[in-house]
C-alpha cells in the first residue's frame, strides 16, 4: 500500500482509535484539534500536530474527521474542495440533506467519501451479515439489536441534540445501519425517547431510546438503544430469527455467535474493547485506506452513511411527534461483500 499522507482532525476519543490505526498503516498523520489537546495525543503517538484546519488538510490525501457532528459537513466541505477523501466518523451529519449534500460534493469532486460504520467491522456482526447474506437463517422475519453504555458525559457536546442528534442519532445510528445493511431498506419508522436528553448532562443521566423499523422486504428490526450511569458497562447485543433458524449474541457473555435450528455451527469505557484479535477500527481503516490508494470498495459507501441519517432523522421526527414515519424506498444499490470475512 502506498504511503498516505492523512490530515486527522479532532482529539477526543474516536481519534484515539484512529490515529493508531493510521500509525500501524504507515500513514503519514498532521493532527488538528480545534480544542488544542492535538499536540500532547500526536507526541503520544509519534504524530505531527500543526495549528489550523487548512494547514492540516494542504495537501493531504486522506482526511480523517473525528470531531462533533455539528463540524462535520465544514470540514468535509473543505477536504473535497481540496482533493482530499474522507473518511468521516458517524454520522455523516445530523441531517440527511446535509449528509446527502457531502455525498455529492464527494461524487462531483471524483474523491471518495466513507462514513465510520466500525460496527460493520466487528466479528459478532460481520459474521451475522455473512449469514444472512448467505440465506443460513432463511427468510427473516424479526431482529433486535441492543446497545448499552454509559452516558457520554465526558464531552458535553453528546448530550446536546443540537451537535449530536442525542441518542437516537449518535448511539443508535449504529444499529440502524447494521438492520438496513444486513435486511433492506428501511419504509417505516417509530421511535421514542426518554429521560436527560439535553445539556448539560450531569454524572448519572440516563437517557433510552427505542426504534420499531419496518424493512421493504417485510423484516421488522427493533433497535433499543440505553445511555446509563457511569458505572455501566458497555454491552451490545442482537437476535435474529428467521426461518431457517435463530441467531444471538450478548458481547459480556460471549464473542462468538450461538446459533440454533438449521442454520447452526470504575466509569466504565466509553468505546467498546475487548479481544477481537485485530482491532475493528484497524480492520475498517486499512479498508478504507486500500480504496483510497485505487484498491477495491470497501463494505461501506458515503450513500449508506446517508442512509442511515436518513432513518436517523425520521426516528427523532417520530419520538418528537409520537407519529409513524413512512419512508420512501431507495433507489436500488449493490452492498459490497468484499472483505466480510477478515
Known amino acids: 500500500m502506498a504511503e ?5 482532525i479532532g482529539a477526543g476519543g474516536i481519534a484515539r482509535t484512529h490515529l493508531p490505526a493510521w500509525v500501524a498503516l504507515g500513514a503519514r498523520v498532521r493532527l488538528y484539534a480545534p480544542d488544542g489537546q492535538a499536540p500532547a495525543l500526536a507526541r503520544e503517538f509519534g504524530a505531527t500536530s500543526v495549528g489550523s484546519l487548512s494547514e492540516a488538510i494542504a495537501g493531504a490525501a486522506v482526511v480523517d474527521v473525528c470531531t462533533p457532528t455539528d463540524t462535520h459537513r465544514e470540514i468535509t466541505l473543505a477536504a473535497v474542495a481540496a482533493g482530499a477523501h474522507v473518511l468521516c466518523e458517524k454520522p455523516l451529519a445530523l441531517g440527511a440533506a446535509e449528509a446527502a449534500e457531502m455525498a455529492d460534493a464527494a461524487e462531483a469532486a471524483g474523491v471518495r467519501l466513507y462514513p465510520g460504520h466500525v460496527v460493520r467491522y466487528f466479528p459478532a456482526y460481520a459474521r451475522l451479515r455473512a449469514l444472512v447474506a448467505g ?15 454509559r452516558y457520554p458525559t465526558w464531552s458535553g457536546w453528546f448530550a446536546d441534540p443540537a451537535r449530536s442528534g442525542g441518542i437516537l442519532t449518535d448511539q443508535m445510528l449504529h444499529d440502524m445501519d447494521m438492520a438496513r445493511w444486513l435486511f433492506g431498506d428501511v419504509v417505516r419508522v417509530h421511535a421514542r425517547q426518554q429521560g436527560h436528553l439535553t445539556a448539560p448532562a450531569p454524572e448519572g443521566a440516563v437517557a433510552t431510546g427505542t426504534a420499531v423499523l419496518t424493512h421493504a422486504g417485510g423484516t421488522l428490526t427493533q433497535v433499543v438503544g440505553v445511555w446509563g450511569p457511569p458505572a455501566t458497562p458497555f454491552r451490545t447485543t442482537f437476535h435474529v430469527s428467521g426461518t431457517g433458524g435463530t441467531v444471538q ?7 462468538d455467535l450461538r446459533i440454533t435450528g438449521a442454520a447452526s455451527g470504575g466509569p466504565a469505557d466509553g468505546i467498546p474493547g475487548s479481544d477481537f484479535g485485530e482491532s475493528p477500527y484497524l480492520t475498517q481503516i486499512r479498508e478504507f485506506a486500500e480504496a483510497f490508494a485505487g484498491g477495491p470498495e470497501p463494505r461501506v459507501s458515503g450513500r449508506d452513511g446517508v442512509a442511515a441519517v436518513r ?16 419512508l420512501a424506498p431507495q433507489a436500488a444499490t449493490t452492498v459490497p461483500t468484499g472483505g466480510i470475512d477478515q
Not at 498516505?4 to 486527522?8: F, H, R, T
Not at 449474541?249 to 460471549?254: C, G, V
Open 311 to 326: 432513518i436517523a432523522e425520521a426516528a427523532a421526527e417520530s419520538a418528537r411527534t409520537g407519529r409513524t414515519v413512512d
Open 4 to 8: 498516505l499522507e492523512v490530515a486527522l
Open 135 to 149: 440465506g443460513g437463517l432463511g427468510r427473516v422475519a424479526v431482529a433486535r439489536f441492543t446497545r448499552t453504555g
Open 249 to 255: 449474541h450478548d458481547s459480556l457473555a460471549h464473542l
